[in-house]
Antibody, heavy 123, light 106 residues
Framework: QVTLKESGPTLVKPTQSLTLTCTFSGFSLTTSGMGVSWLRQPPGKALEWLAF???????RYSPSLSSRLRITKDTSGNQVVLTLTDMDPGDTATYFC???????????????WGQGILVTVSS | EIVMTQSPATLSLSPGERATLSCRSS??????VAWYQQKPGQAPRVLIYDASARAAGIPSRFSGSGSGTEFTLTITSVQSEDFTIYYCQQYENWPPSFGQGTKLEI
């Protein structure tokens, strides 16, 4: 059974960095072919894909946010960390992690989601 | 980057009616489109993948079709629990992209 859960701060100040952790079970990023993505959804708005990391550390980023994003995986294979720098009120959103994703050539669709974490950017 | 455009933004129907939701892509591709249902306060749930394959546990009243630049989600007889928001997503190319959503309302 696949489960994912996002954790991290729910309130950050403008210009600060946001670090979120996705902890998952039911699959491992030490397994060939596996990947995890992060997405976000501002209140009342559409979904936006942010970043992806694969088992072999291949990484992809949203072109509009690539200068501010970093995604890493831990060596145990069951956590992925997303960092978004220079936070702005426009980054207020629910952040989701999704996985497992299979392969690198194409992004894949998202069968398993974490519950999401609402992050508010405010001074 | 592929842009996905959904229409209509809002669809007003009565229970038992047929719902047709559209998604148009800015580039042509064969089938790598998924449809999601999202209820308030919940994560999205995949309904359809590969344009027409129903995900596990999804009722048969949900179906998907299309290729090229036009994709459709059909709900043959809308139930009360179906009145919520639906998103399409392409996964043909990086970066993956979503439509802006269609709200199905009573």
């Amino acid at each position: 059974q696949v489960t994912l859960k996002e954790s991290g701060p729910t309130l950050v100040k403008p210009t600060q960095s946001l670090t979120l952790t996705c902890t998952f079970s039911g699959f491992s990023l030490t397994t060939s072919g596996m990947g995890v993505s992060w997405l976000r959804q501002p209140p009342g708005k559409a979904l936006e894909w942010l970043a992806f990391v694969s088992w072999n550390d291949d990484k992809r980023y949203s072109p509009s946010l690539s200068s501010r994003l970093r995604i890493t995986k831990d060596t145990s294979g069951n956590q992925v960390v997303l960092t978004l720098t220079d936070m702005d009120p426009g980054d207020t959103a629910t952040y989701f992690c999704v996985g497992p994703l299979f392969g690198i050539r194409r992004p894949g669709y998202y069968a398993h989601w974490g519950q999401g974490i609402l992050v508010t950017v405010s001074s | 980057e592929i842009v996905m455009t959904q229409s209509p933004a809002t669809l007003s129907l009565s229970p038992g009616e047929r719902a047709t939701l559209s998604c148009r892509s800015s580039e042509s591709f064969s089938h790598r489109v998924a449809w999601y249902q999202q209820k308030p306060g919940q994560a999205p749930r995949v309904l359809i993948y590969d344009a027409s394959a129903r995900a596990a546990g999804i009722p048969s009243r949900f179906s998907g079709s299309g290729s090229g630049t036009e994709f459709t989600l059909t709900i043959t007889s809308v139930q009360s629990e179906d009145f919520t928001i639906y998103y399409c997503q392409q996964y043909e190319n990086w970066p993956p992209s979503f439509g802006q959503g269609t709200k199905l309302e009573i």
